[in-house]
Nanobody, 112 residues
Framework: QVQLVESGGGLVQAGGSLRLSCAASGSTVSTNDMGWYRQAPGKQRELVATISRDGRLNYADSVKGRFTISRDNAKNILYLQMNSLKPEDTAVYYC??????WGQGTQVTVSS
């Protein structure tokens, strides 16, 4: 069965950086469409970034130029490098595989 385990969240000041990791088991990050999504309190879950099987990248306008999605095929891990963080980036961040499977989420809190 597919399992996705996120890590790397935490509390950071505005302008700081975090790197989220999503360790996959039961499937491979290199052969699936993968993505990061986030959900802030009282808001719907929204797309942050995706990487397709053939490496095409897509970012939400709000994170373009600040966040980078990548994957390590050998380790079977999906990453999200987040720079220049803003308070409005505060949310629970979820890893997704094939638009079907979800991780448990990791909390990111950005203080002003």
């Amino acid at each position: 069965q597919v399992q996705l385990v996120e890590s790397g969240g935490g509390l950071v000041q505005a302008g700081g950086s975090l790197r989220l990791s999503c360790a996959a088991s039961g499937s491979t990050v290199s052969t699936n469409d993968m993505g990061w999504y986030r959900q802030a309190p009282g808001k719907q879950r929204e797309l942050v970034a995706t990487i397709s099987r053939d490496g095409r990248l897509n970012y939400a306008d709000s994170v373009k130029g600040r966040f980078t999605i990548s994957r390590d095929n050998a380790k079977n891990i999906l990453y999200l490098q987040m720079n220049s963080l803003k308070p409005e980036d505060t949310a629970v961040y979820y890893c997704n595989l094939r638009y079907i499977f979800w991780g448990q989420g990791t909390q990111v809190t950005v203080s002003s």
